[in-house]
């Protein structure tokens, strides 16, 4: 009887165990893992509102060198990224056609030169006869009508010779005109710079007519560009000459460029009734990275603080579970403090999305605000008490 009642309580211990062993096992299994959050410090830095907006890279001062005459383009001294000084030959237009013209006219004006030292000749002449017919009509030895015709005489010679003279001054008129449309068979550079673009070759045939064929394009000084973006009518406002900016490029995806505003133009830009506006970023380009015609991606500063304490943007809108919500005007931010979340109410500045300005509030580089409660099954970067509190 003793024997078969210790059996019975072996049994029922071991029962006990199996239950409190499964229990436990499905205790572990489903109670809700420690709760995480994602953490990032308290920073100083600048905090930029800013306006983005696309564009090309130009250079500051393009001139377009073209032509005044027709022609034949006889030599190509200039190509693609020709350095080129002020007064130098780029091309040369075929100058026969142009060169018999001037010989045309130095001839004609030689012509007219010759002219009127005869006429003078003939001033002379008969200024002589018309002071001997009026001596003889005076001492009755001639008559009027002698007197007469040696005084009319005498003042066509006098009008001839002014009418050479103005025949000249036309010949040499148009001498000038023929020596001036011979020069212009030389294509000179107006300015230093650099041959960013070359629209003719030798042998071809340019015509100027009613508007002058662009035969090059000189940049004067490419350390120096400009970026022509657009800035939509709701956001000009924000863009004032001198503000800072900043855009990158696709040859250069990694790199940002710097400069400032130099100009927004008044000048609207209409596609598809679509209004925006020309904002001119100017920049330096001492190494020649940037070409003329590359497509900029641009930021320009609409307001800005420096050196501010700071927090992510993100901090402003978290709010952990069972904890009251912020009101409508105020802003709260969640620090970790000796382990647990501490509510500290904070004034906020600008906010540019990614960080936030921070202008009182009980905060200081270094402390860790929370951004995130981290997902189930990965670690946050801190591991706080299960409960916030809500102390300030």
Same mark, same amino acid.
């Given at each position: 009887m003793k024997r078969r009642l210790?059996?019975?309580?072996i049994a029922l211990v071991a029962a006990m165990v199996l239950v409190a062993a499964a229990a436990g096992v499905w205790w572990v299994a489903l109670r809700p893992p420690p709760v995480s959050y994602v953490t990032s410090p308290v920073t100083r830095g600048d905090v930029s509102i800013t306006i983005t907006a696309s564009g090309t890279v130009n250079p500051v001062i393009t001139v377009a060198v073209g032509t005044y005459v027709s022609g034949t383009i006889e030599t190509l001294t200039c190509d693609y990224n020709t350095r080129v000084h002020k007064g130098q030959l780029? /091309?040369?237009?075929?100058? &026969?056609?142009y060169q018999i013209v001037v010989d045309e006219d130095? /001839?004609?004006?030689?012509? &007219?030169?010759?002219?009127?030292?005869?006429?003078? /000749?003939?001033v002379a002449y008969t200024r002589l006869a018309n002071g001997r017919a009026a001596l003889l009509f005076k001492e009755d030895s001639g008559s009027r009508d002698?007197? #007469?015709?040696?005084? #009319? *005489? !005498?003042?066509q010679a006098l009008a001839l010779v002014r009418v050479d003279a103005?025949?000249?001054?036309?010949?040499? *008129?148009?001498?000038?005109?023929?020596?001036?449309?011979?020069? !212009?068979?030389?294509?000179?550079?107006?300015?230093?710079?650099?041959v960013v673009t070359r629209n003719v070759t030798a042998g071809q045939t340019v015509a100027a007519s009613l508007q002058t064929p662009t035969l090059f394009l000189i940049a004067t000084d490419l350390t120096k560009m400009q970026v022509d973006t657009n800035v939509s009518e709701s956001d000009i406002p924000g863009a004032v000459q001198g503000a800072g900016a900043s855009f990158t490029v696709d040859a250069f995806p990694t790199q940002t460029f710097h400069g400032t505003v130099a100009q927004v133009r008044q000048s609207p830009i209409s596609v598809q009734n679509v209004i925006t506006y020309d904002v001119v970023i100017a920049v330096s380009n001492p190494?020649?990275?940037?070409?003329?015609?590359?497509? &900029?991606?641009?930021?320009?500063?609409r307001s800005q603080s420096r050196n501010v304490l700071r927090v992510p943007s993100q901090?402003?809108?978290?709010?952990?579970?069972? *904890?009251?919500? &912020?009101?409508?005007?105020?802003?709260?931010?969640? %620090?970790?403090? /000796?382990?647990?979340? @501490? *509510?500290?109410? %904070?004034? %906020?500045?600008?906010? #540019?999305?990614?960080?936030?300005?921070?202008? $009182?509030?009980?905060?200081?580089?270094? #402390?860790?605000? @929370?951004?995130?409660?981290?997902?189930?099954?990965?670690?946050?970067?801190?591991?706080?008490?299960?409960?916030? $509190?809500?102390?300030?």
């Open positions: 210790n059996w019975k309580l780029c /091309a040369k237009i075929d100058p &026969a056609p130095q /001839a004609n004006l030689a012509t &007219a030169e010759a002219q009127i030292v005869k006429d003078q /000749a003939n002698a007197a #007469d015709a040696a005084l #009319d *005489a !005498y003042n103005a025949t000249i001054k036309q010949r040499a *008129a148009l001498l000038r005109a023929s020596q001036i449309n011979l020069n !212009y068979t030389n294509i000179n550079s107006p300015v230093d710079g650099t190494n020649l990275l940037l070409k003329p015609g590359m497509t &900029a991606t641009a930021a320009i500063v901090a402003l809108r978290f709010t952990p579970a069972g *904890a009251p919500a &912020a009101g409508a005007r105020q802003h709260v931010v969640w %620090v970790e403090r /000796a382990g647990k979340l @501490v *509510a500290v109410p %904070v004034t %906020v500045g600008l906010d #540019d999305e990614t960080f936030a300005e921070i202008k $009182s509030g009980s905060l200081k580089v270094g #402390d860790q605000v @929370v951004t995130s409660q981290a997902a189930p099954g990965k670690p946050g970067q801190s591991r706080p008490g299960p409960t916030p $509190s809500l102390h300030v």
